[in-house]
């Protein structure tokens, strides 16, 4: 399985942006690469998700390195309901359904 | 409301009875997962299902059984053999490929 490396913990401040980062060297050509957060005591919810460009929603942006072996999640403007544990990780397109998460990154914002 | 729901929320039960934890989902999705969760830990594979009928071990999935008969259901049950089954237990669906899966909002099992 294709695997994530993430920092096991980042703090921002309030109303700042906010850069969570995520190595994946191994990545094949049919992987996706999705992130996730976490509330305390939720289950996770799906942020966004891309495979080679670029992407933006309304809740972040997706920043792809061109090699694809690295990518940032940008929150533009974090708020407290933004503190959660985020997920960075690979979803092949086709064949195995393996979905396995790391450990995250815990993120804290500061009032 | 389309969803994934697991039942109960929380779930008490004596040391060596088995247990089985609900997960149904309206979504028409093709897979799902169960996952564990210990305090301050990330998330660990128990077993998935990308076809009725058919599921396979994740990386933990020694001391428990699920079933795929349906679906929308894939129960999860802990049995005995489970050494240590106190935990937050989440369960997720998906469509196959490379879509987004959603998760329940989990039932956190404790064994006294």
């Known amino acids: 399985d294709a695997k994530t490396t993430q920092p096991n913990s980042m703090e921002s401040n309030e109303e700042e942006p906010v850069h969570l980062p995520c190595n994946h060297s191994?990545?094949?050509?049919?992987?996706?690469i999705h992130w996730y957060r976490q509330l305390p005591s939720q289950g996770p919810e799906y942020v966004i998700h891309?495979?080679?460009s670029n992407v933006n929603n309304r809740m972040a942006s997706l920043a792809i390195a061109e090699d694809r072996k690295s990518s940032t999640l940008i929150l533009h403007r974090a708020t407290l309901r933004d503190a959660a544990v985020y997920y960075c990780?690979?979803?092949?397109?086709?064949?195995?359904?393996?979905?396995?998460f790391g450990t995250g990154t815990r993120l804290t914002i500061i009032p | 409301d389309g969803g994934i729901t697991q039942s109960p929320k929380y779930l008490f039960r004596k040391e060596g009875q088995n247990v089985t934890l609900s997960c149904e989902q309206n979504?028409?999705?093709?897979?799902m997962y169960w996952y564990r969760q210990d305090p301050g830990q990330g998330l660990r594979l128990i077993y998935y299902?990308?076809?009725?009928?058919?599921?396979q071990k994740g990386d933990i999935a020694e001391g428990y059984s699920v079933s795929r008969e349906k679906k929308e259901s894939f129960p999860l049950t802990v049995t005995s053999a489970q050494k240590n089954p106190t935990a937050f237990y989440l369960c997720?669906?998906?469509?196959?490929?490379?879509?987004?899966?959603?998760f329940g909002q989990g039932t956190r099992l404790t064994v006294v």
């Open positions: 979504l028409n999705h093709d897979a």
């Open positions: 990780i690979l979803r092949d397109n086709f064949g195995n359904e393996k979905l396995t």
């Open positions: 891309g495979l080679t």
């Open positions: 191994t990545i094949s050509g049919t992987d996706y």
């Open positions: 299902s990308q076809i009725v009928n058919d599921f």
């Open positions: 997720a669906s998906s469509i196959r490929g490379r879509f987004e899966a959603f």
